[in-house]
């Protein structure tokens, strides 16, 4: 391997070598302007080099391309070229895949992987750790995050704040790298106290899905954990089967479920449930049976929320004794569908 291709594949390129792979990866006509520009000295120098490189790894590539971006905006004081205009440049110089690549080390998207690792704090300690950040940055830690857990953290933050952080997330479209700097900054710190400290995971909610999505004999299993700790199961089943999933049964298993609970409890029980359940139990129930639980609704008016709870827990005590008997098989998590 000549010496050329050894500097090529190490770190250590010299500013030459990356202006050379900066030149060579405009296309001929931007970089015919560009050497248009150059001395008679700098014009041969140059070439020299461009003419002797061949095989030159992606990883040299970016390097090259990150480090000519970071001179200009030092040189220029501008604040850039906006990430769609770099994007549809380098494509046509580099071809999508290398430009993806350069594109991902520009602008931060390495921070992805810090930020999965703060997937298993709770929403309430990550608003706790953002609630004194501006606006935009809690709004750009949220941009980074699963929605549902984005979700729940903004639902941690003060009330009053809550509906500008959320506006602020629609309205962003791209990020530049000085606010990804910064990001980078307070999702460190957030690594560091969450290293530093214990931070409570939501255990028994996490081992529910995992078990909903258990292929093979998920019952066997069940067993098993009910051997070892009974009442941690007790607590497993209860959130597996969390009256939500009704919301997505089909009408045959409603049907029976229907007929197995007292309309009583129904009454009790839909006071304030999610729409989706409440309009999949109704429009499943019979018209006569629909207009009764209408009139036993507006009879027993307000109830506490606990016993609301409890009446759901008693519901889907008979769902689980239904599956258990193998009269129904429930829906347990949302999965994709086909036609």
């Known amino acids: 391997m000549s010496e050329q291709s050894n500097q090529l ?36 120098e140059v070439t020299q080099v461009m003419s002797r490189m061949s095989g030159i790894k992606v990883e040299s590539v970016k390097t090259s391309i990150q480090h000519f971006f970071e001179d200009y905006r030092e040189q220029s004081g501008v604040h850039g070229a ?26 931060g998207d390495a921070i992805r992987p810090k930020m999965a ?23 750009v830690f949220l941009a980074f995050l699963p929605s ?38 307070l999702v460190d710190r957030c690594l560091d106290t969450l290293s530093t400290q214990s931070t409570s995971v939501e255990g028994i909610r996490q081992a529910a899905e995992i078990l909903n999505r258990l292929p093979g004999n998920r019952q066997q299993m069940v067993e098993l954990l009910r ?34 609970v007292p309309l009583e409890q129904w009454a009790i029980a839909l006071k304030g449930a999610e729409q989706a359940v409440r309009d999949a139990i109704l429009q499943t129930m019979p018209k006569r049976q629909a207009q009764a639980f209408e ?19 008693e519901i889907m005590a008979q769902v689980k004794q239904l599956v258990d008997d193998g009269e129904i098989e429930i829906q347990l998590f949302a999965e994709a569908t086909v036609e």
């Not at 009139?295 to 827990?313: A, H, I």
Request: hydrophobic letters at 45%; one cysteine or more.
């Open 227 to 260: 051997a070892h700790d009974p009442e941690v199961m007790q607590e497993l089943e209860i959130s597996m089967y969390d009256f939500g999933v009704l919301g997505r049964q089909s009408e045959p298993n409603l049907l029976k479920i229907i007929e197995a």
């Open 295 to 313: 009139d036993t609704m507006r009879r027993s008016g307000p109830v506490p929320l606990s016993r609301v709870e409890q009446t759901r827990q």
């Open 82 to 107: 906006s990430r769609s205009y770099l994007q549809r440049s380098l494509d046509l110089a580099l071809g999508r895949e290398i430009a993806s690549s350069v594109l991902n080390s520009i602008y």
């Open 148 to 185: 549902a857990m984005a979700g729940g953290v903004i639902d941690a933050l003060p009330a009053e704040g809550r509906d500008l952080v959320l506006l602020n997330v629609a309205r962003l479209k791209e990020i530049d790298r000085e606010l990804l700097a910064e990001l980078d900054l």
């Open 117 to 139: 690792r703060l997937q298993w704090a709770t929403p309430k300690w990550l608003a706790d750790q953002i609630a004194n950040e501006h606006v935009r940055m809690q709004a």
């Open 9 to 44: 594949e190490g770190a250590g390129l010299s500013p030459v070598e990356q202006a050379a792979i900066v030149l060579l990866s405009m296309g001929e006509e931007p970089a015919a302007a560009v050497l248009r520009c150059l001395s008679r000295e700098e014009l041969l």
